[in-house]
């Protein structure tokens, strides 16, 4: 390799020929790798227009590819999920654990705040702005099944419904990110191999990685994370037009939404022309102050005492169900079980691709054991307080018949907007909400396209910047297209064929365990021999 660190040992377990590039052609200023790029460009293209003539139809096709893999491999999911987080805890206290990632002089680049800041913002601070209030309200109101069946508008259903939201934004959605993201840098930063996900397979397969095998996950890999960036895209959309619709009475219509999107997609691609220290990381740090400002206004303006309470009461609850949570034979909650949980792991799935690089981009330095507690407990803990200051205080006026959240959820959307109508200063309050939903979409879109930038180029990491602006616009195109020409039915078309594309991730992600684990015997073995 040519860009191999001749302070670490050689490992002649990944010695190749390959260089990182050498299928790439240049064209329009940008340097392509051949043929990912343009077989991802040609398929994303085939689904746009195909979804734009004929919405209704691909949403009934991909509604149901997404409905059979969900039905019919359930067990992958769940399994594969438990699989992940037991491989992270081990990873954690293994001898491995002292590997560090980039070698042993490697330092980090960034602050440990301001890499938290970005892996955070990257890997789910949207969400938390879209759930936190509407998922438990769901469970508890009986929306879409409950967790367990336990019974809905009652105590024991209220602490259920904590639980569950946390065991769906807790250990399993980031050890499906852990395990991407430390095998993309073990095997980039130690390795000397592309960053690329096809790399994370190099001791399974050898220099077939650099072949038709590799073209193949990498295309998924871009495939599954432009659609989800797009998704995620229009729903924040939907999400900021409710809000602007509550706060100030904007039109919630398709074209506020799309104008939504044209003024994220702006924002991101300034950003990604800046790079990653000048924008993302900048955008990632305004994000966790805004987050933390309006997290501590919820826990001392609202029940405090109560959301205090229900910190302990979600953990509690989160501790005791992970185990009846994660099994999956013989549940008679099945409703529920289909459409959240094994959604979800599906969702996070298809999404790791994207976190996961982009994690692993922002973490050469780190030990593998404070990357994977950074990645793995640190969040958990951090979404723990987030779910019971906004959920538990949605709970408590529902439980309390205060506001329009006692009657159930009306618009997922508004959910937030509804809760924050309750407590002081509402106006200040959620538009503070709509630009961290704005800012965090911006940061998905930005890290999304260094991603997919990454993945396109072969694995260089400092591609030309009409590539990054190519992809960045290219996400909001996509969102604001289907949008547009198709309305929800197209959004909901591109959001099942992400998550399709969770089932064949699911054994990737199963056999990248299997490939790190041997890599990382391998470098603790090296390490070991030559000291």
Avoid at 65 to 70: D, E, L, N, P
Wanted: glycine share 10%; net charge negative; charged share 10%.
């Amino acid at each position: 390799m040519n860009h191999t660190d001749s302070s670490r040992p050689v490992d002649p377990d990944y010695d190749t020929d390959y260089e990182v590039g050498q299928d790439n052609v240049q064209m329009m200023g940008m340097d392509l790798h051949n043929p990912v790029f343009f077989i991802s460009a040609i398929l994303i293209l085939i689904f746009v227009i195909g979804t734009l003539l004929f919405p209704a139809e691909a949403k009934e096709a991909l509604v149901g590819a997404r409905g059979w893999s969900i039905d019919r491999f359930d067990w992958l999911f769940m399994i594969g999920g438990n699989i992940f987080v037991i491989f992270c805890l081990a990873i954690i206290v293994l001898p491995v654990g002292k590997i560090r990632l980039g070698g042993k002089d490697a330092k980090p680049e960034f602050s440990t705040i301001s890499w938290f800041a970005m892996l955070f913002a990257a890997g789910m601070g949207i969400g938390l702005m879209f759930w936190s209030v509407a998922e438990p309200i769901a469970y508890y109101t009986d929306w879409y099944g409950t967790p367990l069946n336990a019974e809905a508008h009652t105590q024991a259903g209220a602490r259920a419904a904590m639980g569950a939201t946390m065991y769906h934004w807790g250990l399993h959605p980031w050890a499906i990110y852990g395990v991407v993201a430390l095998a993309l840098a073990f095997f980039s930063y130690n390795k000397d191999l592309p960053l690329t996900i096809r790399s994370a397979f190099f001791p399974l397969f050898g220099d077939r990685v650099w072949g038709h095998l590799g073209n193949l996950i990498d295309v998924l890999a871009v495939l599954a994370t432009i659609f989800g960036l797009a998704t995620s895209l229009g729903l924040g959309a939907q999400q900021a037009a409710s809000g602007l619709h509550f706060l100030f009475d904007l039109p919630n219509t398709i074209n506020t939404q799309v104008a939504i999107i044209i003024g994220v997609t702006s924002v991101a691609i300034f950003s990604v022309v800046r790079g990653l220290d000048g924008g993302v990381k900048l955008l990632s740090n305004i994000n966790m102050i805004l987050a933390a400002a309006l997290l501590l206004f919820i826990i001392f303006a609202g029940p405090t005492l109560s959301i205090l309470s229900t910190v302990g009461m979600t953990l509690g609850s989160y501790v005791e169900n992970i185990i009846p949570l994660s099994n999956w034979v013989g549940r008679e909650d099945q409703t529920w079980f289909h459409g959240w949980t094994v959604f979800y792991w599906a969702w996070w799935i298809s999404w790791s691709p994207f976190v996961g690089m982009f994690i692993a981009r922002v973490s050469k330095g780190r030990t593998v054991r404070e990357f994977m507690t950074a990645v793995l407990l640190v969040p958990t803990l951090v979404t723990l307080i987030w779910m019971a200051a906004f959920g538990g205080s949605a709970l408590d006026q529902a439980q309390a018949g205060v506001g329009a959240l006692s009657e159930g959820i009306s618009e997922v959307s508004l959910a937030m907007f509804q809760m924050l109508e309750n407590l002081p200063l509402t106006s200040i309050t959620s538009f503070l909400g709509i630009t961290l939903v704005l800012v965090f979409f911006v940061t998905s879109s930005d890290s999304g396209s260094l991603v997919i930038d990454s993945i396109t180029a072969g694995g260089k990491t400092d591609a030309p910047v009409p590539q990054r602006i190519f992809w960045a616009t290219l996400e909001g195109l996509i969102a604001g297209a289907l949008l547009f020409g198709g309305g929800a039915e197209a959004l909901t078309a591109l959001q099942a064929g992400a998550i399709a594309t969770g089932l064949p991730f699911t054994v990737v992600l199963i056999l990248m365990c299997v490939s790190l684990y041997k890599g990382l015997n391998s470098e603790y073995k090296l390490h070991h021999k030559n000291k």
